[in-house]
Nanobody, 127 residues
């Protein structure tokens, strides 16, 4: 069983930056794909970014490409999401999830394949 804990959310003005962290414990995730999803009120959980087990492969949704950067430190069992040029539409609860995939294929964009989730961290971007 993998336990995931997100942190780093907060309130920021449009155009600002935040870095989220996803810390894993329990079974190691260094050989697993980790992804970030977000969920706005009364909306589905949607894919944001994913990173393969080694950190060499990444994937981003079109809405965040060029503004967000996902990275990982397998020595610390932590995955990061650096967010810049934030927009009000980025406001959501951000969740990290892990799955047994190794690389961010198109399948990694489906939240239903993830078997471990954190509790989420709120990101609010004011205009």
């Amino acid at each position: 069983q993998v336990q995931l804990v997100e942190s780093g959310g907060g309130l920021v003005q449009a155009g600002g930056s935040l870095t989220l962290s996803c810390a894993a414990s329990g079974r190691i995730v260094s050989n697993r794909l980790v992804a970030w999803f977000r969920q706005a009120p009364e909306k589905n959980r949607v894919f944001v970014a994913a990173i393969g087990w080694s950190g060499d492969t990444t994937s981003y949704s079109d809405s965040v490409k060029g503004r967000f950067n996902i990275s990982r430190d397998n020595t610390k069992n932590v995955v990061y999401l650096q967010m810049s040029s934030l927009k009000p539409e980025d406001t959501a609860v951000y969740y990290c999830g892990s799955t047994t995939l190794h690389h961010p294929t198109i399948q990694a964009r489906d939240f239903r394949i993830y078997h471990s989730w954190g509790q989420g961290t709120q990101v609010t971007v004011s205009s």
